[in-house]
């Protein structure tokens, strides 16, 4: 018998993304930050009070991140079109971990702050700062979700075909009924 909590494949899949998401920002951190341009030595010299601040305006940002995102779901399910909300939500479980991830680390920094641990208040905001710039890559990816498909023609799309003046009129003569009795030969085998 399988256990329950292995029962819902879309749950364990969040669950998978959202573990992936936090084990890339505890392992990332230092590396992202050098890439980014923002590096340790500039780290050092941010003040707590800035580290939280900084840290705080972030967390808002990523949130409003989330609304957005949440609203291209809210679209996807209005036009009814499986592959946008399937794209769309996968950014979005994404998001929702980053978010859950940007939360924890920001009371992490608090608590490290108040103690004056600096090593760890600097860790703490780099994960911070590392998934709000995850997020908004993020919400930009599930901007392409919802524009991504709009060139395939579906029931949805309205063609509408302009006519030059002057061509000839169409042969609107029907086939004959023996080309429809006898089939043009495919090969020469038959």
Same mark, same amino acid.
């Given at each position: 018998?399988?256990?329950?909590?292995?029962?819902?494949?879309?749950?364990?899949? /969040?669950? @998978?993304?959202? #573990?992936? /998401?936090? @084990?890339?920002? #505890?392992l990332a951190p230092r590396i992202a930050l050098t890439q980014q341009g923002l590096k340790v030595e500039e780290q050092d010299q941010l003040s707590d009070k800035e580290k939280l601040s900084r840290a705080a305006a972030d967390l808002d940002h990523m949130r409003s991140l989330l609304k957005e995102v949440l609203k291209r779901l809210?679209?996807?399910r209005q036009e009814k079109?499986?592959?946008?909300?399937?794209?769309?939500?996968?950014?979005l479980t994404q998001l929702k971990g980053l978010v859950r991830v940007g939360e924890q680390?920001?009371?992490a920094l608090q608590e490290d702050v108040a103690?004056?641990?600096?090593?760890?208040?600097?860790h703490e905001y780099a994960k911070i700062d590392l998934a709000s710039q995850r997020a908004q890559q993020l919400r930009a990816d599930a901007e392409q979700c919802i524009g991504q498909l709009a060139y395939v023609v579906d029931e949805?799309?309205?063609?509408?075909?302009?006519?030059?003046?002057?061509?000839?009129?169409p042969d609107t003569t029907p086939p004959s009924l023996l080309?429809?009795?006898?089939?043009?030969?495919?090969?020469?085998?038959?």
């Open positions: 018998m399988v256990p329950a909590r292995n029962r819902n494949p879309r749950k364990r899949l /969040a669950r @998978a993304l959202a #573990l992936g /998401a936090t @084990a890339w920002l #505890l809210e679209e996807a079109d499986v592959v946008k909300l399937n794209c769309v939500n996968e950014k680390s920001e009371i103690k004056a641990d600096e090593e760890n208040a600097r949805k799309t309205l063609v509408t075909v302009e006519v030059p003046e002057g061509l000839p009129e080309t429809a009795l006898n089939p043009p030969v495919l090969s020469p085998t038959q």
